[in-house]
């Protein structure tokens, strides 16, 4: 806690931008389920006794996720796949777009209680925005017409969004922003991706984020998307048991 604590304080501009970022997303989740509720004729809550309980349940599950990482052979190992947005979709298409970027934000505070930080905030905010990226768009989707056609939508276009943002994000803020907090000039730290991926050309951002970031989020999406699609189904009537009266 100490060691978290003293991070804030040494990174005070990333953690207010982190926290600026985090209220418009939610501002936007509570926007998108309100018209929602308003177009499908129904007036429940935003957040519920037992949807807080569950919005809970959820990001520990996904902060345990998040902390079985890994690398992919095609990418540096400073870029690693993990799977805690699949519980996170899942709550999202049961209990809405505002659960949703709640359950993101609890999991990044659930793994910075426990692990800390080692980016000064930088991939904690690129895992929180790129994540929201994902289920935003696709909750929002599912939140207007409940069906299965709806959801295969929905996983689709919020798997193209994350990728095409998360690649478009790397490039602008990302990558620059590490260059600036490791020292390193950014050539070099493109230069990691040209080691192990002959498609991303020495020097060039473009070609980095084309041939090791785009492919990551697109593996990722696809694959809570299409996990998320089998087991929702079955597990909606146990997620919802109690919610609806």
Not at 64 to 70: Q, R, S
Not at 163 to 172: C, D, E, K, L, R
């Amino acid at each position: 806690m100490n060691g978290l604590l003293e991070s804030v304080s040494q990174n005070l501009a990333y953690v207010l931008s982190f926290l600026a970022i985090i209220a418009v997303m939610f501002v936007a989740a509570v926007l998108l389920e309100k018209a929602a509720q308003k177009k499908n004729g129904v007036s429940e809550p935003i957040f519920s006794t037992r949807k807080v309980a569950m919005i809970g349940m959820f990001s520990a599950i996904a902060m345990i996720l998040h902390l079985f990482d890994f690398p992919l052979p095609f990418a540096p190992g400073f870029y690693k796949l993990d799977f805690s947005e699949l519980p996170i979709l899942v709550g999202t298409f049961a209990f809405g777009p505002a659960a949703g970027v709640m359950m993101e934000f609890v999991k990044i505070m659930l793994k910075l209680l426990i692990k800390g930080t080692s980016t000064a905030f930088v991939g904690d905010l690129a895992n929180f925005v790129i994540g929201c990226s994902l289920i935003l768009p696709a909750s929002a989707i599912y939140a207007f017409r409940k069906n299965r056609k709806s959801a295969i939508l929905a996983c689709i276009t919020g798997t193209l969004i994350m990728t095409v943002f998360g690649t478009a994000f790397n490039a602008i803020y990302l990558l620059p922003a590490f260059s600036k907090l490791y020292g390193m000039p950014l050539d070099q730290l493109l230069a990691r991706g040209t080691a192990v991926n002959p498609l991303a050309r020495e020097g060039s951002i473009v070609s980095f984020v084309a041939a090791c970031v785009a492919p990551l989020n697109l593996i990722k999406g696809a694959s809570v998307s299409l996990v998320t699609l089998l087991i929702y189904k079955p597990l909606s009537p146990i997620i919802k048991s109690g919610y609806k009266k």
